[in-house]
Every structure is written in C-alpha cells, then in structure tokens.
C-alpha cells in the first residue's frame, strides 16, 4: 500500500492517493468526514479550525460505497483558500506579496529555505504547516476500514499535556466526550487550565498521544529484514508526523532500567491458543505483531509559533529579528492524536495486504481465517 499527499495549507485543498487498497471494502465519505471532524476539535487549537469544515470528496478508487482496487482519490478543499487568492495564486501576479523572511524557531522556515533556495519563507512553511495531516486522517480512515475487516482497531488517548498526566484507559466514548481526548474528567480539566495558561502567557505547550491497537493479527512485519521489520516501520510513520519528536513502545524508556526477568512476558496456552500473561512487549516481538495488543506512545513537542517570538535571524539581511508571529495553535496534541490513529492504521493496513494479498476484501479475510486456524501449538493443529 502506498499513501501519497500533496497541497499547500492555504491553497486550493490538500489531496491523498492510497494505492493497493483491495476491492470490495466498504468506504463511506461519512466515515472519512467523522475522523476529519475528530482532527478538527481539541482545547488549544487556532481560529484556523472556525473557519475550515473539513470534507472529503472521493474522486476515485470508490463505486457505490465499495473499493475497486483502484488507488484511492481524496480531497479536501481550503475554505480559507479565497481569502489567500493573491498570495497563492498558481500563476504569476503582478503585485507579489512581501516576502516572509522572518524564521521561526523549531518551525522548518530556515532549514527549508536555505535547503530548496526559496527567498520567501511561505514557499516552505505552507507545506510543512499541520495542515497536511487532515489529507492523512482520510487515507487513514480508508486504512482504517480495511484493519476492521479481519477486526483490528486502532484507538488514541491523550496521556499527557505539559505535566498534566492521565494513565489511558482508551473508553472511546469518555475520551470524544473530552475537550483535550483525555479520559480522565479530572486530568482533562486540568490540561484545559493547563492550555488556558499557556495561552495567556503567549506560549504553547506538548505532551503525549497514547494508542492501543485491539484484534492485532499475529506476524505482521518481518524479522528477516531491518526494512521490513513493522515497529520500524510504526516507528518511522509516527514520527513523520508535524511536532513528533519521540515513539515508546509499551514503557520502553523504563523497561530499560529493568532486569529481563521483569521485562519479557511469559508465554502461555489458553483455550488452544498461545497468549502471554503481561504486555510489556507493546504486542510486537523481533519486529513482528505477536497477536497481543499493540501499545505505544508518541511525543510531540510545544508548537513552534510563538505570540512572544523568540530572537531570531532575518534570512535576507542576517540581522537579529524576533520570529515571525502568525495565527497559530496553543496545542495540537488532542488532534495529534487522531493523525497518529491514521497513520499506525495505514502502517498496519499496509503489513496486513502485504501478508495476505491485496485484490479482493473476501480474499483477505479468507486468508487471515485460514492463518488463525493454524497458529496453535503443532499437536494442537486440525
Ligand atoms: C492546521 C492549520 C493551520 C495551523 C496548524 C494546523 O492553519 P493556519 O496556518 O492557517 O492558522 O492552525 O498548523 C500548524 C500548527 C503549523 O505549525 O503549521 C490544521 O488544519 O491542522
């Protein structure tokens, strides 16, 4: 499977191509629009989020609510996109805009420009703004309704925003019911004031996306090759997220203290089937699901638009400048939450065809069914 994104943040929308999706799997524009929705929301985010509504449109791939095995078209329109005509247009204009030269720290303005030699900030920082992450949302969904035909599901939950820390508990209905995606009534008030604080102070806070997958096919990824192997791979989709900076699986930073005999989870047999007594692997072992749940967390850093800027350089003259301030977010961390739902889904959607075929929904669950069947101890096998 292959996801593909293009589109600026204020130009005409963002568009995803998701390759190597199978035939026959259910796809609704309304399911996709759901998880948009859920990116949308969180305390904390700009008056970016007032303006857009955020829609899919399906242009290709999709026929009467099914997959045809074609790749799979997403689009989502800029509804900001009218009110930056001139300093987007595709064609030349005759007044340019002034040039952004002001560099943000943490953001990609100077790293960008000086890479691709653009003389104008915007040419970079309208590609590498969060705004491309709800292109990711829909091809997740897209991944997501694959991983529900053999019934794995991928869910989220803020475990931390700043120092405000929550243990999740992943109960989907009281997470949505949350401001910041957290359980945790007293912990998401907290984070709230947390944000509120931050805020007020003209600064921006971080925190932590915790997800668990459920219903995890066991052998997914390989041990065989570095490249292949899936929490490489769940590792480096993670962390290509805007503001990522860090992936644990399960407590891996304090199973690094540990002895083994504390760490690794014993192996047992219930009702004919193998299963372990603990998780402290997160489900993934020599680089393999091994058919516990996946669980693992993801850092994300304060955003780096500051409304007190930090000192800064001019990219034109070198002169001291403070960063450029620009509407932004106080925090993503509740949306993050969603994009990393998205982007562990396609990472898993990708290792689930790439095991079982990928032409036919039917195929697929056949083949898994026909998998489960005979992961049992050998004596134990019809
Ligand atoms: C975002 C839209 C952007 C930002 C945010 C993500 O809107 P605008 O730049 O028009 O205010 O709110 O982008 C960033 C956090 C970033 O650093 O670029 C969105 O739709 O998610």
Redesign the pocket.
């Known amino acids: 499977m292959r996801l593909f994104t293009a589109g600026e943040?204020?130009g005409a929308g963002l568009v995803a191509v998701l390759d190597g999706v199978p035939a026959g799997v259910p796809i609704a524009a309304a399911d996709i629009d759901g998880d948009l929705r859920r990116?949308?929301l969180g305390y904390g985010?700009?008056?970016?989020?007032r303006i857009?509504r955020d829609a899919v449109s399906i242009t290709g791939g999709v026929r009467h609510g099914r997959s045809t095995g074609a790749p799979i078209a997403l689009q989502i329109a800029n509804r900001?996109a009218v009110n930056w005509e001139r300093v987007m247009s595709v064609e030349p204009v005759t007044e340019p805009p002034a040039a952004i030269t002001r560099l943000r720290p943490g953001?990609a303005d100077l790293a960008g420009a000086l890479k691709f030699g653009h003389e104008d900030v915007r040419d970079v920082?309208e590609r590498?703004?969060?705004?491309e992450?709800?292109a990711r949302v829909a091809a997740g969904a897209v991944a997501k309704a694959v991983l529900r035909l053999v019934g794995m599901e991928v869910r989220s939950e803020t475990k931390a925003i700043s120092d405000v820390v929550s243990e999740p508990r992943f109960d989907a209905e009281a997470v949505e019911a949350s401001e910041v995606r957290c359980a945790d009534r007293a912990r998401s008030d907290a984070m709230v004031a947390a944000i509120a604080a931050a805020r007020d102070a003209g600064d921006t806070l971080g925190g932590i996306v915790a997800l668990r997958v459920s219903g995890v096919v066991p052998g997914l990824g390989t041990s065989a090759q570095w490249d292949r192997r899936l929490d490489g791979r769940i590792a480096q989709a993670l962390v290509s997220i805007?503001?990522a900076k860090g992936v644990q699986f399960a407590d891996a930073f304090a199973a690094a203290r540990e002895r083994g005999s504390a760490v690794h989870d014993p192996i047992t047999v219930r009702d004919g089937h193998f299963t372990r007594t603990r998780n402290r692997a997160g489900g993934l072992e020599g680089g393999m699901s091994n058919g516990e749940d996946i669980t693992l967390e993801v850092a994300f850093k304060p955003?780096?638009?500051l409304m007190k800027p930090l000192p800064s350089a001019d990219l034109r003259t070198g002169e001291p400048s403070p960063a450029l301030v620009?509407?932004?977010?106080v925090c993503?961390v509740p949306?993050a939450g969603v994009v990393a739902e998205a982007m562990l889904a396609f990472v898993l959607a990708d290792a689930l065809v790439e095991k079982f075929g990928c032409d036919t929904a039917d195929d697929l669950v056949a083949a898994v069914e026909r998998y489960r069947a005979r992961l049992r101890p050998i004596d134990q096998r019809a």
């Open positions: 943040s204020h990116r949308q985010r700009g008056a970016r989020q857009e900001d953001h920082i590498s703004s969060a705004r992450t709800a805007q503001s955003i780096s638009t620009e509407r932004s977010d993503v949306a």
